[in-house]
């Protein structure tokens, strides 16, 4: 009975952790085959145990033939599994091709005479068998199988390091110790002594070695990350079995206690049972009922990763500040991780940028050195590392259990730190996985914070820099303003001082050419005349810049009145047709017969008129030059065609600007100030009216249109500021 409970135990255990890893990722080579490799184990149990335990000759021939065929495909199995164990790749060794093919034959040939000529069975002497002709070579096999096994694993021992090295060690020890006793007390040891069935059935108890192996290193080093769910298992398997065996007993106590008299009955007893199971069974949901509403009351739930997922890219997102940015994120991975502490480690340019922590009673002081040498790691845990290491030094000083690089753009940006768990438990794969999801967000969104604290610092410097060079130019400005009203006023002064001994010199020698004085002599006037003419100048200018003076203070006005403007014009054409004459120009108005008066300060409008028209005449070497008027019900409208040297395209937005002149009327006319047409466009304008100008290579259209009815009132009280001769 007791040999029963064991191989059930046994059996059961087998299946149960290989179903177990096959369902946690059945597309992982290693866990497929470790299924395979428990199956097999499973079956050649069985066929062991029953081997012994039947006394049908041919059943037992069968069963043994079984018995060999199965031991082969276990050793093939076992050498698979120490291949792909923690390589994870497809096999594709060409040793691992031939002994598929010799297993799958010797494994059939097991079943011929090749193999096991002939099985004998007696109650006395018990089973007993003839070799065949292959045995040697199958034995060979068999043997060979399972050491180069065992030699992988202990190759790939040496090379291991951390937790890898430890999950090795405890497999290599259970497999090794398994396969040796079931070689031993199945192949060897029966062909060397006659032993009984205990012995053989020690091979199927040997595993128990390789099931506690395997079993420690998934406590123990996170084998193939099925901790939790074995722990979860097992518990649940002695929760029903406590809870069964406890129910029944108390259904038989009470009954024996209570009710004595009644007689004993096995249905009665198997309902009691069944019930009891019932019972069991239906707890645990209950169970997780309970649990999932007191884990929301006491924080104590298991976090849903694509919950967190979410919420950890809700919180990147929507935050910008980095150090906000920091608390929140670190915030919320602590309390759904379940961290006691934890640390944000940003650095910039070689030297460590900024640090968040939570959760520490004393914030460890970061030192750059440790920062950079675990840059060189993308994840680092604590628990898989070997003591006496640099890097778990490291995590030991700053109190951390994880360790998660963060990178940009191929470049160091900081390290995450994570504390040791409330629960105390070591950091599952799935957490590790988690971490490496978010780590690339979690640098995204701090290079996003990076470049906007970058932007609100040069915004700031910016606006101080604005501001600095802005009260400069306010200085610079009120400097040129005292400078131009030095200047306005010393034109003023120097005008007004310069034009009452220019108007005495121009009156005499007016008087002069007029004869007031005598007759002068042919060759006299010629000088007289010169010197009337460049006397007239002076005054002109004086005149334009007494007017940009006034300009500048705010003194020019405009006195409106009613104008003749067609008989204007003609004064001033009659007036400088002299003029045209002696360069041999035709100048020639054009205006209607009848035109309405214009609204518009006299002098100033007889001022714009005669400088455009003398302007013509002066740069019109060739030709002739035109004027016209015309004008409606609402505008007056004057223009000046003239043949001239034209204005070039490049300094025709500059033409109308103070004391601007281009470079070929320069050359033709250095004498000139530049101040008429500046002038003219600014009376034009304060007339309500706007300058017209139209010019090419050759020629140009100087004038300008003005409203008939001006859009200033006459106010007598102002008077005309600038006359002129």
């Known amino acids: 009975m007791i040999s029963y409970a064991l191989l059930i135990i046994a059996v059961s255990l087998n299946l149960f952790l290989g179903l177990l890893v096959f369902s946690r990722n059945s597309k992982k080579p290693s866990n497929l085959i470790f299924f395979l490799l428990t199956l097999a184990l499973s079956i050649w149990s069985l066929v062991i145990f029953f081997e012994s335990e039947t006394l ?18 276990t050793s093939f199995t076992f050498f698979s599994f120490c291949l792909v164990f923690q390589s994870e790749s497809k096999i594709k060794n060409t040793l691992w091709i031939v002994s598929l093919i010799a297993s799958i034959v010797f494994s059939g040939l097991a079943y011929s005479s090749y193999i096991i000529e002939s099985v004998h069975f007696s109650k006395d002497m018990g089973i007993d068998f003839q070799e065949g002709p292959l045995f040697i070579i199958y034995s060979v096999m068999l043997i060979a199988l399972s050491l180069v096994g065992i030699t992988i694993l202990i190759k790939k021992l040496s090379s291991s390091r951390g937790v890898a090295r430890s999950q090795l060690l405890y497999i290599t020890m259970g497999l090794s110790l398994s396969a040796t006793i079931a070689i031993s007390t199945n192949l060897i040891i029966p062909r060397l002594l006659i032993v009984n069935e205990t012995v053989n059935r020690l091979g199927i108890y040997g595993f128990v070695f390789m099931i506690g192996g395997i079993a420690y290193a998934i406590v123990k080093h996170r084998l193939m990350d099925i901790r939790m769910v074995v722990a ?61 509403v007191t884990d929301k009351i006491f924080f104590k739930e298991q976090y849903d990763p694509d919950a967190f997922l979410r919420e950890t890219n809700h919180i990147l997102s929507t935050n910008i500040v980095l150090t906000e940015l920091l608390y929140k994120s670190l915030d919320h991975i602590l309390q ?31 030192e750059y050195g440790d920062i950079k040498y675990l840059s060189r790691f993308p994840i680092a845990v604590y628990d898989e590392l070997e003591e006496g290491s640099r890097l778990k030094s490291i995590l030991r000083r700053y109190e951390t259990s994880v360790a998660v690089r963060l990178m940009e753009d191929h470049q160091f940006a900081g390290i995450l730190f994570l504390g040791e768990k409330k629960s105390g438990d070591m950091y599952a794969a799935k957490d590790i996985q988690i971490l490496e999801i978010v780590e690339p967000e979690i640098t995204m969104a701090m290079q996003r914070a990076k470049q906007y604290e970058e932007i609100q610092k040069f915004n700031i410097t910016l606006k101080a820099e604005v501001l600095r060079q802005t009260k400069k130019l306010r200085e610079a400005n009120d400097h040129l303003q005292e400078l131009d009203k030095a200047k306005d006023e010393f034109i003023s002064m120097a005008s007004h001082q310069l034009r009452t001994p220019l108007t005495a010199i121009k009156g005499y020698l007016s008087m002069l050419l007029e004869g007031d004085a005598g007759e002068i002599k042919v060759g006299q006037f010629d000088f007289i005349n010169e010197a009337f003419q460049g006397a007239n100048k002076m005054v002109t200018l004086i005149n334009d810049l007494l007017n940009v003076s006034r300009m500048s203070t705010g003194k020019f006005f405009i006195d409106p009145k009613d104008l003749d403007m067609k008989v204007m014009i003609a004064d001033e054409v009659k007036q400088l047709a002299h003029q045209a004459r ?144």
């Open 336 to 366: 759904q991780f379940k961290i006691l502490e934890g640390m944000f480690v940003v650095v910039e340019e070689g030297h460590i940028h900024s640090v968040q922590s939570i959760g520490y009673k004393k914030a460890p002081e970061v």
């Open 56 to 73: 049908n000759v041919a059943l037992v021939s069968y069963l043994v033939r079984t018995d060999f065929a199965f031991g082969l495909i």
């Open 232 to 292: 979860k298992s097992l518990a649940y398997t002695l929760l029903v079995i406590i809870l069964a065996g406890g129910y029944a007993t108390t259904i038989f106590a009470v009954q024996r206690l209570f009710f004595p008299e009644q007689g004993y009955s096995m249905t009665h007893t198997i309902i009691q049972i069944i019930l009891a199971m019932v019972m069991a069974f239906t707890f645990q949901p209950l169970r997780r009922f309970l649990t999932k």
């Open 582 to 725: 002696t360069k041999n120009l035709w100048l020639k108005f054009e205006c209607p017969k009848k035109m309405s008066t214009v609204q518009a300060d006299e002098n100033k409008i007889r001022q714009v008129i005669m400088n455009f028209i003398d302007n013509a005449i002066y740069y019109t070497e060739k030709g002739g030059v035109t004027v016209r008027a015309a004008a409606n019900k609402h505008e007056f409208v004057f223009e000046v065609i003239d043949t001239g040297i034209g204005v070039p395209k490049e300094v025709q937005n500059k033409l109308f600007s103070k004391f601007y002149r281009a470079d070929n009327a320069r050359r033709l006319r250095p004498d000139g100030n530049g101040l008429g047409l500046y002038l003219a466009k600014r009376v034009v304008e304060d007339h309500g009216g706007e300058i017209i100008f139209r010019s090419s290579s050759k020629g140009s259209v100087f004038g300008f249109r003005i409203p008939i009815k001006s859009i200033i009132k006459a106010d007598p009280k102002k008077r005309m500021l600038v006359t002129t001769p």
